[in-house]
């Protein structure tokens, strides 16, 4: 089963402007992760943030966590073409070794 | 590229039949986990591998199995394929632990059982 929800699945936009992408989970967590895939291939680490962090930064990248609504929200700013990908959160409970589970994705494409 | 590498490729095998994949986590890395991505979805984990004893497992059937080598590299076999099998499987690296919790992924193995 899939823990995290991904909101919106799909997000086309235009160079240059701001992608927002939504995430909720269901159940306590340690921390939150964000990856990106290409086409299909191998998942990309973006960023991570814990359970007693409100907001991080990495670059065009800012993402934020509100553990009392169980949810996430992943920012890009200034988009490029090459930010075109599938976006996952993936949430990690802290129990047994650092099992992921992952949310069904948000497919983003930004048009040149 | 985050050096976890992954054999095969590509993968076409029919129902019933087993089948074996490879994983070669990243240098230093002593976890290894395996998660199944069937088509526009997002990642099912299966099962995880610290210091070669399985630490941890999905919901998937027995005929799912794996194994860590004393270099923490990781084999995960497929008994009696069947066709919802067909998914791209994808092995992760890390540290594990507290502070150590991302994840490096592979470039997948896409399976097709037909």
């Known amino acids: 089963s899939q823990q995290g929800e991904e909101d919106p699945q799909a997000l086309s936009i235009q160079e240059g402007e701001n992608a927002t992408m939504n995430c909720s989970y269901k159940t306590s967590i340690n921390n939150l992760q964000w990856y990106r895939q290409n086409s299909g291939r191998g998942l990309v680490h973006l960023i991570l943030?814990?359970?007693?962090?409100r907001e991080k930064h990495s670059g065009r990248l800012r993402v934020t966590l509100d553990t009392s609504k169980k949810s996430s929200s992943l920012l890009i700013t200034a988009s490029r073409a090459a930010d075109t990908a599938s976006y996952f959160c993936?949430?990690?409970?802290?129990?047994?070794?650092?099992?992921?589970?992952f949310g069904g994705g948000t497919r983003l494409m930004v048009k040149p | 590229e985050t050096g976890v590498t992954q054999s095969p490729t590509h993968l076409i095998k029919t129902r019933g039949q087993q089948v074996t994949l490879r994983c070669s986590s990243q240098s230093g890395h002593n976890t290894v986990s395996w998660y199944q991505q069937a088509l526009g979805q997002g990642p099912q984990f299966i099962f995880q591998y610290y210091r070669e004893e399985e630490n941890g497992r999905g919901n998937f059937p027995p005929r799912f199995s794996g194994l860590q080598f004393p270099n923490y590299s990781s084999e995960l076999n497929v008994n009696a394929l069947e066709l919802d099998d067909s998914a791209l499987y994808l092995c992760a690296s890390s540290l594990g632990g507290r502070g150590a919790e991302t994840q490096y992924f592979g470039p997948g193995t896409r399976l097709l059982v037909l």
């Open positions: 993936a949430t990690d409970d802290g129990n047994a070794g650092n099992m992921l589970t």
């Open positions: 943030i814990r359970s007693n962090e």
